[in-house]
Nanobody, 122 residues
Framework: QVQLVESGGGLVQPGGSLRLSCAAEGFTLNYYAIGWFRQAPGKEREGVSCSSNIDNTYYADSVKGRFTISRDNAKNTVYLQMNSLKPEDTAVYSC????????????????WGQGTQVTVNS
């Protein structure tokens, strides 16, 4: 199958850290930008970060300085390292595909993974 598969979500206390993975299956990630997005219940999907095909990076102001996106093309995977997590970071995190990062606008990303739940509470 051609798909993006997120993993690494879970329950973490405020101030804790978590690393999410977005693994590409059935295609080569090198050619594409990968964005991370999140959506909490009842809220719009929010762009979090993006890694371009030449490894330029972009971050939403809400996560800048706390989250780091990186890619390992040899493993066909993009990571989102999340530090200093806050309860408001709680959401389903999804990765998505684009030719370029196109900012953090969800409508510019044409293929989505199923998401992984991140819950930040005590």
């Amino acid at each position: 199958q051609v798909q993006l598969v997120e993993s690494g979500g879970g329950l973490v206390q405020p101030g804790g850290s978590l690393r999410l993975s977005c693994a590409a299956e059935g295609f080569t990630l090198n050619y594409y930008a990968i964005g991370w997005f999140r959506q909490a219940p009842g809220k719009e999907r929010e762009g979090v970060s993006c890694s371009s095909n030449i490894d330029n990076t972009y971050y939403a102001d809400s996560v800048k300085g706390r989250f780091t996106i990186s890619r390992d093309n040899a493993k066909n995977t993009v990571y989102l390292q999340m530090n200093s997590l806050k309860p408001e970071d709680t959401a389903v995190y999804s990765c998505a595909l684009s030719l370029t990062c196109a900012g953090l606008e969800p409508s510019e990303y044409g293929y989505w993974g199923q998401g992984t739940q991140v819950t930040v509470n005590s």
